[in-house]
Nanobody, 125 residues
């Protein structure tokens, strides 16, 4: 089965940057909406950003202007460029995807059926 693989997590200095990548583990012709969520222990999973098949993007208010989701040159691979990182951004970041030629991005985790294992991002104050 197709799996999602994240990379790029790590420790960032205050105000620093990281770029996360997410891609399907195998080549596939399926079109996907892809998104990023993050989760802190004891908290519910939070939507960060998403990219629909149509190219429409959606960013959470908490990261708008600092984080940017974009499509890589390789099909079914996305980036999350994270700038101006601070301690409140610390979380496990999960890549998510759902098949279909969607024209809009959903911020609800229940609408995604493929999930990566997560990558730790730590920001500093």
């Amino acid at each position: 089965q197709v799996q999602l693989v994240e990379s790029g997590g790590g420790l960032a200095q205050a105000g620093g940057s990281l770029r996360l990548s997410c891609a399907t583990s195998e080549r596939t012709d399926t079109s996907y909406t892809m998104a990023w969520f993050r989760q802190v222990p004891g908290k519910e999973r939070e939507f960060v950003a998403g990219l629909a098949w149509s190219g429409v993007t959606l960013h959470a208010t908490s990261v708008e202007g600092r984080f940017t989701i974009s499509r890589a040159s390789i099909r079914n691979m996305v980036y999350l460029q994270m700038n101006s990182l601070h301690s409140e951004d610390t979380a496990v970041y999960y890549c998510a995807a759902t098949p279909g030629r969607a024209h809009h991005v959903s911020s609800e985790s229940r609408n995604y059926n493929l999930w990566g294992q997560g990558t730790q991002v730590t920001g500093s104050s």
